[in-house]
């Protein structure tokens, strides 16, 4: 799928070229967008749409950066980001006429695009294609803190896919830089961190690649200060918990994304990404320190120390490593939400703490559940009494009764605190991309 994908979006900036070359009454044209239009054609029979998106320097459909392509076209993508188009969406029903206008249209000059890239694809009467910046889903509510934190976690995302992207090509990077805007996901963090913590627990991205990356970061740095650490480990924690699956970029994403089961040596490859991240991070010692590389290193030994790599020698895991461990499972299990198989936030609660004392520091890991809450923030549930409501702030005394607000009913709607309140209480989960969706839009 994939595959056909990338002979899509490849025969489209050929026919971007030709457009631009020889004008859309062209032959040549009008060959290249029928090879286009027919690859576009051969996609849609499998599925309904294509969202492809620039992230950093790289182009990526869902889960996966086109890295070979990425490099091939740096031109194309500039060209379209010099327009503010970072996502491209495609729909089926598509037709040839709307794709040549469409061509036509981001063949004009970048000046035409300064405002809303979309409006020009309606004035010229394209329905089946959206371009724009990339969004997070669901952004309907536009309040004004939670609108902030949207920008500010848009930009940090932003700012990771660049880091990422240059520490793959082994381009120097700015330290600072980074390390400011881990500063400002802090700042925000001590300020108003339910909004933020809310848009890494039940956002989703258009491109979900680097979302893992900087939910770990968000989520250790959180845990970090939370525990006690001062503000410069919290941000070198920060760094480190950002890279800590570098060393993944270095495997197939066929290996990595495969559904069956894996061989053996599929599965040692896979397991290899802790010692590829370990030695990557190493070259960039001298500029983000040892722990990025402790951290890649260690992120998958366990608190018994069973686990990968093994070690013959180490007796202990860092603590940054046993922190970032328990945000990665967490990110992990929780982002599953989104797909098929639902884990909800019980679900995640019951599966890590199964592991506590063998993958995870117990104590390190009920304190852990502490700060986040049982029920996340943000999280819409159903009450005992029938009711819905939003959770709106943990309660570390009992992580079940957190501070709620009820939306649903509407003769019922307020604010509740569960720990004062022994009548309600929360019995189910519901999943904010399906029945909980309606909900959300209230809010
Ligand atoms: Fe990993
Ligand atoms: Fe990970």
């Given at each position: 799928m994939l595959a056909k994908i990338e002979v899509a979006f490849k025969e489209l900036l050929t026919c971007l070229q030709a457009a631009k070359m020889?004008?859309?009454?062209h032959p040549m044209f009008q060959n290249s967008l029928e090879k286009a239009f027919a690859a576009f054609e051969d996609v849609f029979n499998d599925r309904q749409e294509i969202i492809i998106g620039i992230v950093g320097d790289e182009l990526a459909y869902e889960k996966e950066i086109f890295f070979d392509l990425g490099k091939l076209l740096r031109p194309a993508i500039l060209y379209l980001k010099e327009r503010n188009i970072e996502r491209l969406a495609f729909y089926r029903g598509l037709s040839k006429e709307e794709l040549g206008k469409f061509v036509n249209v981001i063949s004009g000059p970048k000046e035409e695009f300064k405002t809303d890239p979309q409006q020009l694809l309606v004035f010229a009467g394209i329905e089946n294609i959206n371009i724009g910046k990339l969004k997070v889903a669901d952004k309907q509510d536009k309040g004004t803190a939670e609108f902030n934190q949207l920008n500010l976690y848009d930009s940090s995302m932003d700012k990771v896919a660049q880091v990422i992207s240059s520490v793959l090509n082994l381009e120097k990077i700015d330290p600072r830089a980074l390390k400011l805007s881990l500063n400002n996901i802090i700042d925000s963090l001590s300020v108003q961190r339910q909004e933020l913590l809310k848009l890494a627990t039940v956002k989703r991205y258009d491109v979900e690649v680097y979302v893992h990356m900087l939910n770990v970061a968000i989520f250790s740095m959180y845990f970090s200060s939370r525990l006690g650490f001062e503000k410069n480990d919290v941000l070198d924690i920060g760094v480190a918990a950002l890279f800590?699956?570098?060393?993944?970029?270095?495997?197939s994403r066929k290996t990595l994304h495969k559904p069956a089961q894996l061989s053996e040596q599929e599965f040692t490859r896979i397991k290899s990404h802790t010692v590829l991240g370990g030695e990557f991070m190493f070259k960039y010692v001298d500029t983000l320190g040892i722990l990025p590389v402790v951290v890649s290193f260690e992120h998958h030994l366990k608190y018994d120390m069973s686990g990968y790599p093994r070690l013959p020698l180490l007796r202990k895991q860092h603590i940054a490593s046993s922190i970032v461990a328990i945000c990665d499972v967490y990110d992990a299990l929780s982002q599953r939400r989104g797909y098929k198989q639902d884990y909800s936030p019980d679900v995640v609660y019951n599966i890590m703490n199964k592991d506590k004392g063998s993958s995870f520091n117990p104590g390190l890991l009920d304190k852990f559940f502490k700060f986040m809450g049982f029920w996340p923030i943000g999280s819409v549930v159903g009450l005992n009494d029938g009711s819905i409501a939003l959770v709106r702030e943990e309660n570390?005394?009992?992580?079940?009764?957190p501070k709620i607000e009820i939306i649903s009913p509407q003769d019922k709607k307020r604010l509740v605190d569960l720990s004062q309140d022994s009548s309600l209480s929360i019995q189910r989960y519901l999943n904010p991309w399906k029945e909980g969706k309606e909900f959300l839009k209230i809010n």
């Open positions: 020889y004008g859309t009454v800590h699956d570098i060393g993944k970029m270095y495997i570390e005394a009992d992580i079940r009764r």
